[in-house]
């Protein structure tokens, strides 16, 4: 049998003739085989390796474009099928519909997967096979049997380390940008959002509207918060967001997968800027002595919500007071007199809007 196994594939079949003398001889194995027998053997080679062995990588599709490769403590998305030699598979990611997840080169894989995903590219297709002491050894472990050797062949959808922060590529700046965008400023602008390997999840171009928001204020993910500062009317970038930075490890149902990197292709179309930290209100001109007997219309002592929303709008309309962007009026207007309505019961006395005024230029409070 040693000689006869000597050069075969794997899945080859070989009917093996021994003579008596290179097996059991005269002997024989006492009641399983006589002295002298031919043995005749069905051979099917299933798998074989060597202890020399290493972590065998073939890349079949690299894509042209791979600016950074799979480093030791990333955490990578990959789709793999894996087999035995013979072709068997015995997992897929793909049956299950969604990528394996994990770090890589930090023990969380088998040896021979947390070394054969190294300086991959997102995109890239490769055929790892592992030899037994680098995989599951000889024990096997649930499906896969003792001593197997397993091949692997891998996509990686997309990769990021934890330590990534959000990455910003200016794909076009006008020659007058001197008005950046900050904190508290309303945006108008559109995006393109997709996956590392190009697939669209969502565009506003499709549905023909900008996307609004006050930047850092928390209507968008932190990555993109980030992503827009310092942008001025006109400018297009590129902003690749860590899922950290972005959906975790969750992502949102049926929209954007777990720990997925998204790429956000952005154009500021508007910037109205925002007020001062803090401000929801401000006046462009000197305050009124009379504040509180003006905002009062009726005189009657008392400032009721409707009376204040009025005389707000109308700061407003005559343009001696300014509303933060981006902001819905009537919350506005409602919280602004929530803070002078100390007592909370619905009016604003003469003396509760004294003792707001004064503690006011205190606390760059309101109004
Ligand atoms: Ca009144
Ligand atoms: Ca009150």
Redesign the pocket.
Known sequence: MDKALLGMCVNERRFVKIPPKLAYGSEGVSGVIPPNAVLHFDVLLIDLWNSEDEVQIQTYFKPENCTRTVQVSDFVRYHYNGTFLDGTLFDSSHNRMRTYDTYVGIGWLIPGMDKGLLGMCVGEKRIITIPPFLAYGEEGDGKIPGSAVLVFDIHVIDFHNPSDSVSITTRYKPTNCTVLSKRGDYLKYHYNASLLDGTLLDSTLNIGKTYNIVLGSGQVVLGMDMGLRDMCVGERRRVVIPPHLGYGEHGVEGEVPGSAVLVFDIELLELVSGLPEGYMFIWNDEVSPNLFEEIDQDNNGEVLLEEFSEYIQAQVNSGKGKLAPGFDFEMIVKNMFANQ?????????AD?FKLKDQESREEHDEL
């Open positions: 309505d100390r007592n909370g019961d619905g009016k604003i006395l509760e």
